[in-house]
């Protein structure tokens, strides 16, 4: 049978298993090493016994590693400073060489983009992402995001929108947030070495004047919708990870 191993490093707390935890899950052999033990037989019995042996004495052990970080900021003071030195690289050049390590990176983006590159308010805790910022997301294997945080409303129902669309353009895949209510409880699949992991992301609040009551955000109160969003992954993945 395959094993399947998933390696998680978690350098702030993020992952929240009580809501589901990781469960683990073993394939049988698939049609790939059907077709390889056709391959080296001559048709008798005797031969596809001794191709048998081989294919299960084989490593069919996977492992996909990635690295889970809390709150990724690009605006505020961290936007001033990227502004500074031209570079939209510098908040992640610091852990490079780990960021770099793994299969992907996954983490919560804190900070909407609504397009401008205005990244400084009077009110010091309504954030936005100047776009070019994002580059350093895609630069450093960051290949799934958690959109559903505080501060999602900060640039209105256009930075929710926006967010998703600067995501898609660079490649990366994001939860918590959609068009609907309905959108933004879906979840996501990686799959990394034949590894199937799920994603789902939800809130505690919305820090921001509640967008249309909050209809675009996962609440994590919502406790209905994220049971049906987990029971319509678990059929798809061999890992679901709750944030």
């Not at 073993?26 to 037989?41: H, L, M, S």
């Not at 820090?207 to 406790?223: E, L, P």
């Amino acid at each position: 049978m395959n094993k399947k191993v998933l390696t998680i490093i978690i350098s702030l707390i993020l992952i929240f298993g009580a809501a589901l935890g990781i469960a683990r899950r073993t394939n049988a052999p698939g049609i790939n090493n059907i077709i390889k033990q056709q391959q080296v037989t001559d048709g008798s019995l005797e031969s596809y016994y001794s191709a048998s042996q081989q294919l299960q004495s084989e490593d069919q052990s996977t492992t996909a590693t990635f690295l889970a970080v809390g709150d990724i900021m690009l605006s505020r003071t961290v936007a001033k400073k990227i502004e500074i030195n031209k570079d939209p690289l510098l908040p992640f050049k610091g852990m490079g060489e780990l960021l770099k390590s793994t299969d992907f990176n996954f983490g919560n983006l804190e900070s909407p983009s609504s397009g401008s590159n205005q990244y400084l308010y009077e009110s010091a805790f309504q954030f936005n992402t100047p776009p070019a910022n994002a580059e350093g997301l895609a630069e450093y294997n960051f290949q799934i995001l958690n959109l559903a945080n505080n501060h999602a409303n900060d640039q209105g129902v256009k930075g929710l929108t926006y967010t998703r669309t600067l995501l898609d353009n660079l490649g990366i895949k994001h939860i918590g947030t959609g068009a609907s209510l309905e959108e933004a409880w879906q979840g996501q699949i990686l799959t990394i070495k034949g590894i199937r992991i799920g994603f789902i992301g939800a809130t505690y609040g919305l820090s921001a004047g509640n967008v249309s009551k909050g209809q675009y955000v996962a609440r994590i109160q919502d406790t209905a919708s994220l049971k049906n969003s987990i029971e319509n992954l678990k059929n798809q993945v061999d890992f679901i990870v709750v944030t």
